[in-house]
């Protein structure tokens, strides 16, 4: 199982979490509990959104050309 949260800790900046928990069974496939791993993911999250508002400012630069640079239409 692989999960996203979000958490707003008291400083009040936004941190992002994902995760991955599998269960763990015995021989005779009677679940026995669970492992995980937890990382904070904020960063990512962070640098997926400066991303995306890029391509957007970019794309729309590229709209408003109108005219051909260096004999190459755009």
Known sequence: LTFEFQFLPKDGKLKFFEGLADLRYD????KIGFYGLLRDATQRKETEKKLKESVINYNQFLCKIKKPMKNHWL
């Open 27 to 30: 021989s005779k496939g009677n």
